[in-house]
């Protein structure tokens, strides 16, 4: 079964950073590409970014290029999201999801999410 548990979710201050994190278990990490999506209150769940599983290949919504930094380190079974300058529109819950190809062609298993938060 495979499982995700994303950490790293919290109050910021516009302007600040959060690093977020993904663990995966029960399927070999290393051979599928990951993903990062955020779910606003009242907004439907969208994209944010995405790696491909040798993390060589990246691609990010529109929204957050230049501030956010998606990583993977396959040894650690662990998928990242780095975002720097935050902004109160990126308040979501953030779920990391596990894809199918690159760029991926859908995604099969989901976090539950964390929560982020940012104040202006």
């Known amino acids: 079964q495979v499982q995700l548990v994303e950490s790293g979710g919290g109050l910021v201050q516009a302007g600040g950073s959060l690093r977020l994190s993904c663990t995966a278990s029960?399927?070999?990490?290393?051979?599928?590409?990951m993903g990062w999506f955020r779910q606003a209150p009242g907004k439907e769940r969208e994209f944010v970014a995405a790696?491909?599983?040798?993390?060589?290949?990246?691609t990010y919504a529109d929204s957050v290029k230049g501030r956010f930094t998606i990583s993977r380190d396959n040894a650690k079974n662990a998928l990242y999201l780095q975002m720097n300058s935050l902004k109160p529109e990126d308040t979501a819950v953030y779920y990391c999801?596990?894809?199918?190809?690159?760029?991926?062609?859908?995604?099969?298993?989901w976090g539950q999410g964390t929560q982020v938060t940012v104040s202006s």
């Open positions: 029960g399927c070999t990490f290393g051979a599928y590409s």
């Open positions: 790696i491909s599983w040798t993390g060589i290949s990246t």
């Open positions: 999801a596990k894809g199918m190809g690159f760029p991926p062609k859908g995604y099969d298993y």
